[in-house]
């Protein structure tokens, strides 16, 4: 009987050098795989700035496959990066939303166009080190669901996977702890058993993405432009719309004597809206762009615990279509800082519902 064959993204971290041996250790016949992403050709920059995929990742990768006695390559994936991850990051914050390029680049480029790649060398499966797990629900769909650990869950970041790519998916670190991880990491003496995680983009790794922004399209990043109240009363003025999201509070420049925060970017009139603490409260919120996960279509009247960024606890809502493509979900209790363009998730009990972006709030 033929081995089922997987492709291991390989990001050079613990997480998913400890997936390829436990893939191995399940049977599967494992190959390792490093997604080359980085835009410079010059490989002292690609080194510093490559983030999970660099350089130093690779031979990081390598050393474990070579332990672990897997085949590993490295293939190229410039392009679709640069143009599902890198274009869409800098398109989303010129019109004054703040997105989540890993949440694309996990639908995009580490499935759509890895699961692509390795089904053509004759792969089964793609796999990944995230904290998470699938299952196939009763109604014959598979559905992320929450991993072992809620410390290091990553399901947030996963919402937008399609079926057949669930179908075709492995994710078995999603059944351990970080720390059982790690122990397995070292007790296999892995060079990278103590490497810490990746915490930034990893294409803007000092954080200055109007910097970034700036530097990859020339001439794009608004000028400044004016602070202004709900009833645009002018308070002051601001660097450029690209500076600043929703909810932020620091690096305003602007002395009220007492904490104000980001309530809305106006691309349209160059405006950044400031409120008091209280007025970044709302119950509902609008997102686009659905993609039903555990359901096959959301009805009016569902309920679900949605977030609506990575960190957020979660709050009951009920979901109710606005049109054919816009649905609402109205929370229970007020939930702080509705932006636009990040994603709103829902859960069902451990299993990821479905979820979409986020197109404004009130």
């Not at 049977?27 to 995929?53: F, K, L, R």
């Not at 060398?121 to 559905?143: E, K, S, V, W």
């Not at 996977?161 to 179908?167: G, I, K, P, S, Y």
């Not at 609402?328 to 998730?345: I, N």
């Amino acid at each position: 009987m033929r081995k089922r064959k997987v492709v291991v993204g390989m990001s050079g971290g613990v997480d998913s050098s400890v997936a390829a041996y436990l893939l191995k250790e399940q049977g599967y016949e494992v190959i390792g795989v490093t997604m080359q992403i980085w835009q410079q050709e010059d490989d002292d920059v690609a080194s510093e700035n490559g983030g999970c995929c660099g350089l130093s990742a690779v031979e990081d990768a390598r050393r474990v496959a070579e332990l672990l006695g897997i085949p590993y390559y490295v293939m190229n994936f410039r392009r679709e990066f640069d143009e599902k991850v890198i274009r869409y990051f800098a398109d989303e914050y010129l019109a004054g939303r703040t997105p989540n390029p890993c949440i694309a680049c996990n639908r995009y480029v580490k499935w759509e166009s890895l699961l692509q790649r390795s089904l053509e060398i004759g792969a089964d499966y793609i796999a990944t080190g995230h904290y998470a797990q699938i299952g196939q629900l009763p109604n014959g769909r598979y559905a992320i669901r929450n991993s072992v650990t809620a410390q290091k869950d990553q399901t947030y970041a996963l919402y937008n996977l399609t079926q057949d790519q669930l179908a075709r998916t492995l994710m078995p670190v999603g059944a351990y702890t970080k720390a059982q991880i790690r122990e397995i990491a070292e007790a296999l003496r892995l060079p990278i058993a103590a490497k810490p995680d990746s915490q930034e983009i990893c294409f803007v790794p000092d954080q200055d993405y109007a910097g970034f922004i700036e530097r990859y399209r020339p001439g794009s990043v608004p000028p400044e432009g004016d602070f202004v109240r709900t009833d645009g009363t002018v308070i002051g003025r601001h660097k450029g719309i690209t500076h600043y999201t929703v909810g932020q509070r620091k690096k305003l420049g602007i002395a009220m004597g007492h904490p104000v925060f980001v309530k809305e970017i106006r691309p349209e009139t160059n405006e950044v809206v400031i409120g008091e603490a209280d007025e970044l409260f709302g119950r509902t919120l609008y997102c686009n762009q659905v993609n039903p996960m555990a359901v096959e279509r959301f009805k009016d009247g569902d309920r679900f615990l949605g977030k609506i960024r990575y960190a957020h606890k979660g709050e009951m809502c009920t979901v109710r279509w606005v049109d054919k493509d816009t649905l609402s979900c109205t929370f229970d209790e007020p939930v702080r800082a509705v932006t636009p363009g990040q994603a709103v998730v829902l859960y069902d009990g451990d299993y990821v519902a479905g979820g979409g972006t986020i197109i404004g709030g009130e």
